[in-house]
């Protein structure tokens, strides 16, 4: 049986993927509580991934190294930066890139040193699979989600874009780093703390994997207001019924 990791960026993530699983049981290694059982059937293993590059690098070795994980799907928030990409939508990343890895002039701004290249893509067809699953959530949004939190947020139709992720140690919030990155990658269309990391680790391993993220905020100066109560109320609901879909789905 194909053993899949299911890695949340934060607790109330974890926690609905959690709910899923009729069976888990915790593994703690390196500080980290790993969740092994099954959904739907599936052999799956849940974790934290911890916040910021190394951490995510940590985790992804572990899941690989001793948990024997042979496919990886990504579920957390990010912050918007494409035209267009906004709060309440979601995200499927086709390729990753360390917006922060700088070793010009020795290196192209962005590279990453060693494997000449600075994006590091997904896996086609799990990432297919990702993208199906977000299809088939977001036709019923509205649905799951409160007529208040739908109102707290502004949530207009959430919609599904596809393609590249930057990943950074760095929380953006303010308007000009946003301009800033948008500027240098105009492709961008969202930016958080994890996914290049665990993208340039399966590379190494050859495994393939997947990221998909709910917009939380525009990565601006309003990025960090009422974060928690969209990680509560809109993104672990997203995650669940987006993981519930995938894994009922194969
Ligand atoms: N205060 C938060 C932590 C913020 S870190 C807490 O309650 O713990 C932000 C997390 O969300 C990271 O895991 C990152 O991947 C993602 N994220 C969301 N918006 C982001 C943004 N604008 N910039 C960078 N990361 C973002």
Not at 146 to 157: G, I, K, M, N, V
Not at 225 to 231: A, G, H, M
Request: glycine letters at 8%; charged letters at 20%; one cysteine or more.
């Amino acid at each position: 049986m194909i053993r899949t990791a299911i890695v949340a960026a934060l607790h109330n993530e974890l926690a609905s993927v959690l709910a899923l699983m009729p069976d888990e049981h915790k593994k703690a290694v390196a500080g980290r509580d790993f969740w092994v059982g099954h959904l739907h059937g599936h052999g799956v293993v849940a974790v934290l991934s911890g916040i910021g590059k190394v951490a995510a690098a940590t985790t992804a070795t572990l899941l690989i190294e001793r948990f024997g994980v042979q496919r990886i799907v990504f579920t957390g928030v990010a912050g918007g930066l494409g035209d267009g990409v906004r709060v309440g939508d979601v995200v499927v990343a086709e390729a990753l890139l360390q917006h922060d890895m700088d070793a010009s002039p020795i290196f192209p701004r962005h590279e990453v040193p060693g494997y000449g290249r600075s994006r590091f893509g997904t896996d086609h067809s799990l990432t297919e699979q990702v993208a199906c699953a977000v299809t088939d959530v977001l036709k019923d949004a509205g649905g799951f989600l409160s007529r208040e939190t739908r109102a707290a947020f502004d949530l207009q139709t959430p919609h599904l874009h596809r393609g590249l992720v930057l990943s950074g140690d760095r929380f953006v919030s303010t308007a000009t780093e946003c301009a800033a990155l948008q500027c240098e990658l105009p492709d961008a269309l969202a930016v958080e703390m994890e996914g290049a990391a665990f993208a340039q680790v399966c590379h190494d391993f050859g495994v393939p994997m997947a990221v998909v993220r709910t917009i939380s905020d525009r990565a601006d100066d309003a990025a960090h207001v009422d974060f928690p109560r969209f990680l509560r109320e809109v993104a672990s609901q997203y995650s669940a019924a987006i993981l519930d879909r995938l894994f009922r789905a194969y």
